[in-house]
């Protein structure tokens, strides 16, 4: 990822223009009767706001179903308040079942229900659902970033800097603590750029280039991977006669070569991974763990014994400030009050984090917008045209305007390249240091492939 040396042309948008004009023709041609409605759109002041949120649910690989989650209770919560000027939200959820095809069949689907945007959603297959929704002219907005195409389509509005983001504050907060790296990453499309990212946070301190290991993003044991990410970041693992760690374990077993550090970024998988990894290294202290947040929670530090359990002392890289910071009050409280006894919804989920903003954003939107008509045009222009969006302090404000562009190569729509550092103490995960880091020219940095 390097500095384009000038802004960015303004060609996607023209073409993204001309491409919503011929979708409108073509839609109503042969999806609504009597052609008198324009896809994505909320005509009286009183019609709902239609909106669609997916996210995987039931695979065997990553799985996000506190986001679907989330947006049908901020609806209720909005609708129990008048709605949006007074219009209802209505949120309708998709399941893309981690395939391609199934993305593609929740955009198609966005589009037949005349949806006004997508927003808060998980999907790694931005090739398939982003073509749909740029034919129809709906935006997308707050996506997890996950996916390359979320951070370039003149459509998508992302309220974070996505994977790119967390692993260079990953490389420059180990850069300090860690000679040597492991970097266990999904071997998948996604997951491939992930080390040359880590790699240009790392050249801030004294760390060697990371060691790149892939593993399977649907393992359910990952003994093998963790063993080579041990050994790479310079610690002999325990039980290599095949005894438990239980029993083959101690401090004294593990030697290292410098200071060791294994970072992971599995998704929900991490959990697996973790589990293998810490009965490789038994009670040795000579690897640090590390990871991003929305692959490593409060909960899994809860079950792993908390101050006196492995991840004490670990270090995480986050979008947005910590669990228990107040500024995630108001999100509690909707949960508390309209979801409390639905255990999908982990507040401390970045997920579920990434969904309450990109909520937040629309209900700006709309606002901004008034009585008039509420149309996936008339959202993406306002968004475009400068439109500012306060999330209270959980990230900065965003603002998605040309000039507001981190201007990286890679992820032209990229505008908040801030992340936290947070660490494990006393079994909690807290602030390792105050504020947001802005990690955007570590990403400039990042050599194009």
Known sequence: ??????????????????????????????????????PGTSGDSDDPVVVMTWAPEGTEATNMPGMPAMAKTYAQWINSKGGINGRPLKVLTCNDHNDSISAGTCAREAVKENVVAVVGSYSQHGRSFFAPLEAAGIPYIGGYGISE??????????????????LAGNGIQLAGECE???????????????????????????????????????????????RTALESAGSTPVGEDGSSADTAGSADSASVSGKGCVTAALGERTETFFDSYRRLLGDADSVRFSSVLGSVDQSLVDRTGGGSGPLEGAFFTGWYPVASDPRWDPMRKVIRDFAFKDNRIDPGDAGVQTTWIAYTALTQVVEHLGNGEITARSVTSALNKGLTVDTGGLTPELNWSYENALGVQDLPRAINADVTFQVVRGGRLVSARKGFVDVGKTLESVPVA
């Open 180 to 226: 040597k790296v492991s970097l266990v990453r999904p071997d998948t499309v996604s997951g491939d750029t992930l080390q040359r990212i880590l790699n240009a946070g790392l050249t801030s301190g004294k760390a060697q280039k990371a060691s790149d290991i892939r593993a399977a993003e649907d393992a359910t044991d990952y003994t093998g991977t963790a």
């Open 1 to 38: 990822m390097t500095m384009t040396g000038r802004r960015r042309s303004s060609s996607p948008r023209a073409l993204g223009t001309a491409a919503l004009t011929a979708a409108v023709t073509a839609v109503c041609t042969s999806l609504i009767s009597g052609c008198g409605v324009i």
């Open 149 to 166: 195409q979320e951070f370039s389509s003149p459509f998508s509005f992302p309220v974070n800097g996505g994977q790119a983001a967390l």
